[in-house]
């Protein structure tokens, strides 16, 4: 301990992209501070990433270079491997265990290999005591790992929710200032960076329910579950929609939320994804753009809110940086919070027995009788009708929209009435089902 003090830390960098480049940008400019408030310096040893040549807006020649990324884990001269490469399995773990059973540290930005294989990298991070920091996996720059971790770790966290996808909320929130549809703005999204070539994971809900698995492990002491988060995204959402919510008093975003229920057979933990009506007022209802939002309520702090960027390249080397100056001062401990050994695993909530008030919105043929079919649906599921919103009728028998929403009640009666309408021919696509997020 006393030598760490005046040794600096040592860490070498797999990945030299976007939040590569950034932490090695970040510790240039901020290096000196950081010193001051780590104890100790923190110095790039050496980088590994495909293309030695690219130019990546930072001088990476006065680092050691390691073709094989591998080779970093194996060095004698580097104490924390830095791994921003990304993807689940392939090379980004094989470094990350190749990192930490050589008894280094381990500071990663990738949330899909922490859903996969957290628990088995946090084993071998105890095992050889040695460090395992996520904080950038999730939200970006926004230090809600250390919040769930540090800041409430004497609270019992009853629920945490939020906004963890910076893709669906920029296009949810365009969507909403401009009245396109889902594709124009999804296209604009990618052509100014904020969505993937290949959307799919953002778009269909993946990248924020495992997000939310790693939230709901830290938050509630539980082992990671990324299979047990139910997820659906926002590929069916319409401009309509958006209008629809918006003249009901409500906009619409992609929720991921997690608590645990105490059932008579036992604890069950509740994880899921899925586009929400929010209330204008609620605060959520004001994250806009790439921006993220996680609500956390503990039993003693109350309900906390933590917002800002949740990706880019500053605000995740931010977040990077900020698990290294741990690691430098040695505060380190379980990286889940609890030992792995001691941390529950809960089966899934089933929570058809829950209530909610519910946005239900139907595409039907403009043809009589279409309308009594689906509040006949709604009666025989026992879903009570709060209001119903026919839009204009279209000219020669075409689509029409029909919207709705529940009095609060039992989830299962909705997919019970939904149930009813399968394969009735007065539909023309499937129901959209949003829920409307409670104040
Ligand atoms: N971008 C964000 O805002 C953000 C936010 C939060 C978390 N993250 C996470 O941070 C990680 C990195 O994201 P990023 O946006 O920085 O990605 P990126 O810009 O695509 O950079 C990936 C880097 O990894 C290198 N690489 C890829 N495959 C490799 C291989 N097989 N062997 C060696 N190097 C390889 C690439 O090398 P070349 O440059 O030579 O091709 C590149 O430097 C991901 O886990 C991501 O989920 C990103």
Redesign the pocket.
């Known amino acids: 301990m006393a030598d760490n003090a005046t040794k600096p830390l040592r860490i070498a960098i797999?990945?030299?992209?976007?939040?590569?480049?950034?932490v090695i940008r970040l510790l240039d400019t901020n290096g000196a501070l950081i010193a001051a408030r780590a104890g100790r310096a923190i110095e790039v040893v050496a980088v590994?990433?495909?293309?030695?040549g690219?130019d990546?807006g930072v001088d990476i020649a006065r680092f050691a270079w390691e073709d094989?990324?591998i080779a970093l884990a194996r060095r004698d001269d580097v104490d924390v491997v830095v791994?921003?490469?990304?993807?689940s399995d392939?090379?980004?773990l094989a470094l990350s265990r190749a990192a930490l059973s050589g008894g280094k540290g381990l500071v990663?930005?990738?949330?899909?290999?922490i859903a996969h294989h957290g628990l088995e990298l946090a084993e071998m991070a105890e095992a050889a005591n040695a460090a395992l920091k996520f904080e950038?996996?999730v939200?970006?720059g926004i230090p809600v790992i250390k919040g769930l971790r540090e800041g409430t770790s004497a609270n019992v966290i009853t629920k945490v929710y939020g906004i963890l996808n910076?893709t669906c909320n920029y296009i949810l929130s365009e969507m909403e200032a401009t009245g396109a549809d889902f594709a124009a703005v999804l296209a604009e999204a990618q052509r100014l960076g904020y969505a993937e070539a290949d959307p799919a994971f953002d778009i269909e809900g993946v990248?924020a329910g495992q997000k939310l698995s790693i939230l709901a492990a830290i938050g509630f002491g539980t082992r990671i579950d990324f299979p047990g988060v139910r997820i659906s995204g926002i590929t069916a959402v319409r401009a309509a929609d958006i209008a629809q919510a918006d003249a009901l008093g409500f906009v619409i975003r992609l929720i991921g939320e997690a608590d645990v229920e105490e059932t008579s057979q036992g604890p069950r933990l509740l994880q899921r994804v899925r586009p929400c009506l929010v209330a204008k007022g609620h605060p959520l209802s004001a994250v806009d753009g790439p921006t993220n939002a996680v609500v956390a309520e503990g039993n003693f702090s109350g309900r906390l809110l933590f917002q800002g960027p949740?990706?880019?390249?500053g605000?995740?080397a931010s977040?990077v940086a900020a698990d290294l100056i741990d690691i430098a001062r040695d505060e380190v401990g379980a990286p889940f919070s609890i030992p792995v050994a001691n941390l529950a695993a809960l089966p899934p909530a089933e929570p058809g027995h829950r209530t909610e008030r519910t946005y239900l919105r139907f595409m039907v043929k403009d043809r009589p009788g279409v309308l009594a079919e689906l509040t006949a649906a709604m009666r025989d599921g026992d879903v009570s009708i709060e209001s119903l919103i026919q839009q204009g009728r279209s000219s020669g028998g075409g689509e029409v929209m029909v919207a709705m929403v529940t009095h609060e009640g039992r989830e299962a009666n909705v997919t019970r009435a939904l149930g009813l309408l399968e394969g009735s021919g007065s539909l023309t696509a499937a129901p959209l089902v949003l829920p409307i997020l409670p104040r």
């Open positions: 797999a990945g030299l992209g976007t939040v590569g480049a950034g590994s990433a495909r293309d030695r690219k990546r094989d990324m791994e921003l490469v990304g993807g392939g090379p980004a990663t930005a990738n949330k899909a290999m950038a996996a939200a970006g910076g990248d949740g990706a880019g390249d605000p995740t977040a």
